[in-house]
C-alpha cells in the first residue's frame, strides 16, 4: 500500500502563510530563472575571485580545525590592528566555497581591513547544526590568530550573503563564552538576502538537503535567538528578489531594530539574489560605503 501523501504536499493545499507548496518552493528557487545576463555574472564574479587570489598576498587553505573542509583563505591587512571582515560564502548550504569570496578582497583589503573567508562542509554531507558548528570554530581560530595577518581580535565584521547571511547571523547569536572566549568580538555585521526563520525551509524544497525538523528548524533560525547586545548591522536585499526572501531580510531588520540594534537598512533597486556581489566591490554603491563605514574608513 502506497504511504499517504504528507500532508503539506498535497496539491492545492497552503502550506505557508498563503503559499501552496508549487507556490512556496518557486518564492525559494534562487536558480531560476536563468538567464545569459545571470551567467555573465557568474563568470565576472568567478574571474575577479581568480584575479584577486593570482594578485594578492593570501594564504590560501589555512586549517581551522581537523576536518578536510575546515579551511580559511586569508587576506592580511597591510597594517596591524586592522579590522577583519570575516565571510561566509553562501550557496544554499550545498554549494561553493571561500574561492568564491575572493572577489571582495581587492576593495575592503585595499581600503585597510584584513579579509578572511571560509569553507565549510556542504550540505548534505554535513548537517545545519555541524556546519554552524564549524563556523563558530573558524570565528574562533581566526580571533584566536588575527594578530597573524594584521588584524584586531576585537574588532571582527561579518559578512554574509544568502546562507552566508544565516550563517552569520547564528554567529550574532551565539554565547562565546562557551567557544573559549571571553567576550563576544563581533562589532559588526552584514548580513544579505539571508535566512533567519527556516520553518520554510523544513517546508519546501531545500529540505531535501536540509533535512530539518519542527525542532532543529526553531533551534537554527537566528531570529529567535537575536542576543540583547547591540552591534551595528547592515540588512540588504535586492528589490528583484522574490517577496519571501524580501520577508525574510525585513523581519530580521525589524527584529533587530526592536532591540535597539543601530541597523541601516538597504534595498538595492533592480537586483535580483545575487546582484550584491557587484555591490559589494563598487565602492560608490550605498552598500559597499555602509561596509566601509562600519568598518571604520
Given at each position: 500500500m502506497a504511504k499517504p501523501?504528507?500532508?503539506w504536499r498535497i496539491k492545492g493545499k497552503k502550506v505557508y502563510r498563503n503559499y501552496s507548496?508549487?507556490?512556496?518552493?518557486?518564492?525559494?528557487?534562487?536558480?531560476?530563472?536563468?538567464?545569459?545576463?545571470?551567467?555573465?555574472?557568474?563568470?565576472?564574479?568567478?574571474?575577479?575571485?581568480?584575479a584577486a587570489r593570482k594578485t594578492m598576498s593570501?594564504?590560501?587553505g589555512v586549517a581551522y580545525g581537523a576536518g578536510a573542509d575546515e579551511k580559511l583563505d586569508i587576506f592580511p591587512a597591510t597594517r596591524p590592528?586592522?579590522?577583519?571582515?570575516?565571510?561566509?560564502?553562501?550557496?544554499?548550504?550545498?554549494?561553493f566555497s571561500a574561492a568564491d569570496e575572493s572577489l571582495y578582497a581587492p576593495v575592503y583589503v585595499g581600503a585597510g581591513a584584513?579579509?578572511?573567508?571560509?569553507?565549510?562542509?556542504?550540505?548534505?554531507?554535513?548537517?545545519?547544526?555541524?556546519?554552524?558548528?564549524?563556523?563558530?570554530?573558524?570565528?574562533?581560530?581566526?580571533?584566536?590568530?588575527?594578530?597573524?595577518?594584521n588584524g584586531d581580535?576585537?574588532?571582527?565584521?561579518?559578512?554574509?550573503?544568502?546562507?552566508?547571511?544565516h550563517l552569520c547571523a547564528m554567529m550574532l547569536a551565539t554565547d562565546w563564552t562557551a567557544h573559549g572566549l571571553r567576550r563576544n568580538p563581533i562589532v559588526g555585521a552584514t548580513l544579505i538576502s539571508g535566512?533567519?526563520?527556516?520553518e520554510p525551509i523544513m517546508l519546501s524544497f531545500p529540505n531535501e538537503w536540509c533535512r530539518l525538523d519542527a525542532q532543529s528548524a526553531?533551534?537554527?533560525?537566528?531570529?529567535?535567538?537575536?542576543?540583547?547586545?547591540?552591534?551595528?548591522a547592515i540588512v540588504a536585499w535586492g528589490g528583484a528578489e522574490t517577496g519571501e526572501f524580501k520577508h525574510q531580510s525585513q523581519d530580521l531588520a525589524v527584529a533587530l531594530q526592536s532591540r535597539g540594534w543601530p541597523t541601516t537598512v538597504i534595498e538595492i533597486p533592480g537586483a535580483g539574489h545575487s546582484g550584491s556581489r557587484a555591490e559589494l566591490v563598487n565602492r560608490d554603491s550605498p552598500l559597499c560605503r555602509a561596509v566601509l563605514a562600519q568598518l571604520g574608513f
Amino acid at each position: 500500500m502506497a504511504k499517504p501523501a504528507a500532508p503539506w504536499r498535497i496539491k492545492g493545499k497552503k502550506v505557508y502563510r498563503n503559499y501552496s507548496q508549487e507556490e512556496l518552493d518557486a518564492q525559494y528557487d534562487v536558480a531560476a530563472p536563468e538567464t545569459p545576463e545571470r551567467a555573465r555574472e557568474r563568470s565576472w564574479a568567478a574571474e575577479s575571485s581568480a584575479a584577486a587570489r593570482k594578485t594578492m598576498s593570501c594564504r590560501l587553505g589555512v586549517a581551522y580545525g581537523a576536518g578536510a573542509d575546515e579551511k580559511l583563505d586569508i587576506f592580511p591587512a597591510t597594517r596591524p590592528g586592522a579590522p577583519v571582515l570575516f565571510d561566509i560564502h553562501g550557496g544554499y548550504w550545498k554549494q561553493f566555497s571561500a574561492a568564491d569570496e575572493s572577489l571582495y578582497a581587492p576593495v575592503y583589503v585595499g581600503a585597510g581591513a584584513a579579509f578572511v573567508a571560509m569553507d565549510y562542509t556542504l550540505a548534505p554531507n554535513a548537517t545545519l547544526d555541524e556546519i554552524v558548528r564549524q563556523c563558530r570554530a573558524a570565528l574562533a581560530w581566526a580571533v584566536a590568530h588575527a594578530t597573524d595577518f594584521n588584524g584586531d581580535p576585537a574588532r571582527i565584521h561579518l559578512l554574509g550573503r544568502s546562507a552566508g547571511g544565516h550563517l552569520c547571523a547564528m554567529m550574532l547569536a551565539t554565547d562565546w563564552t562557551a567557544h573559549g572566549l571571553r567576550r563576544n568580538p563581533i562589532v559588526g555585521a552584514t548580513l544579505i538576502s539571508g535566512l533567519y526563520d527556516l520553518e520554510p525551509i523544513m517546508l519546501s524544497f531545500p529540505n531535501e538537503w536540509c533535512r530539518l525538523d519542527a525542532q532543529s528548524a526553531y533551534r537554527l533560525s537566528p531570529i529567535y535567538h537575536l542576543p540583547a547586545e547591540k552591534l551595528p548591522a547592515i540588512v540588504a536585499w535586492g528589490g528583484a528578489e522574490t517577496g519571501e526572501f524580501k520577508h525574510q531580510s525585513q523581519d530580521l531588520a525589524v527584529a533587530l531594530q526592536s532591540r535597539g540594534w543601530p541597523t541601516t537598512v538597504i534595498e538595492i533597486p533592480g537586483a535580483g539574489h545575487s546582484g550584491s556581489r557587484a555591490e559589494l566591490v563598487n565602492r560608490d554603491s550605498p552598500l559597499c560605503r555602509a561596509v566601509l563605514a562600519q568598518l571604520g574608513f
